[in-house]
T-cell receptor, first 112, second 114 residues
Framework: DAKTTQPPSMDCAEGRAANLPCNHS???????VYWYRQIHSQGPQYIIH???NNETNEMASLIITEDRKSSTLILPHATLRDTAVYYC?????????????FGGGTRLMVKP | EPEVTQTPSHQVTQMGQEVILRCVPI?????FYWYRQILGQKVEFLVS????????KSEIFDDQFSVERPDGSNFTLKIRSTKLEDSAMYFC????????????FGPGTRLLVL
């Protein structure tokens, strides 16, 4: 899987949008962009994924640039409970190499 | 999507002892994974398991580790002779359909080896 680069930490005011960037400049055409988060020592929680189109679900929106070399996860109205480490992961969908390779992620601190 | 359940939530053991960590199955889930996270470090892949066989394993998953899902019962990770460095959070994950699909994680088991 291609590697990703994320800022180690970010702050966000409660109620504001949190925009978490991710660079994946070596992404291949068949690799998806996945986002997970981990609150304290809990199990990683799936947020969203996409291939090239922007995606939205009840948790977040994923914006992928046209060249697919970067993406942004948007939490539209951050709450204190969104404080977590957010991981951007790229991976293929096939029967080999199905592991998730976690990097250091971005530690998002939502402040009152 | 329902998450997997793991037991026990915490386990303390003596170095050299065997431990078995369990992942409670959902009947229509066929693909399982184990990951671990040493305190303060990254989440690391251990092994993937499908149709009662290991699909892939990492360098961490050496002869001290084994996985099985006997008769469709709990999906287990066994550590035969624990070492101090096995102390970590162990997470089970599953996908509902294919190996390429989204992985959903359990709450983890905190293993402490003394």
């Amino acid at each position: 899987d291609a590697k990703t680069t994320q800022p180690p930490s970010m702050d966000c005011a409660e109620g504001r949008a949190a925009n978490l960037p991710c660079n994946h400049s070596t992404i291949s055409g068949n690799e998806y962009v996945y986002w997970y988060r981990q609150i304290h020592s809990q199990g990683p929680q799936y947020i969203i994924h996409g291939l090239k189109n922007n995606e939205t679900n009840e948790m977040a929106s994923l914006i992928i640039t046209e060249d697919r070399k970067s993406s942004t996860l948007i939490l539209p109205h951050a709450t204190l409970r969104d404080t977590a480490v957010y991981y951007c992961i790229v991976r293929v969908h096939n029967n080999a190499g199905n592991m998730l390779t976690f990097g250091g992620g971005t530690r998002l601190m939502v402040k009152p | 999507e329902p998450e997997v359940t793991q037991t026990p939530s915490h386990q303390v053991t003596q170095m050299g002892q065997e431990v078995i960590l369990r992942c409670v199955p959902i009947s229509n889930h066929l693909y399982f994974y184990w990951y671990r996270q040493i305190l303060g470090q990254k989440v690391e892949f251990l092994v993937s398991f499908y149709n009662n066989e290991i699909s892939e394993k990492s360098e961490i998953f050496d002869d001290q580790f084994s996985v099985e899902r006997p008769d469709g019962s709990n999906f287990t990770l066994k550590i035969r002779s624990t070492k101090l460095e096995d102390s970590a959070m162990y997470f089970c994950a599953r996908t509902k359909t294919g190996l390429g699909e989204t992985q959903y994680f359990g709450p983890g088991t905190r293993l402490l080896v003394l």
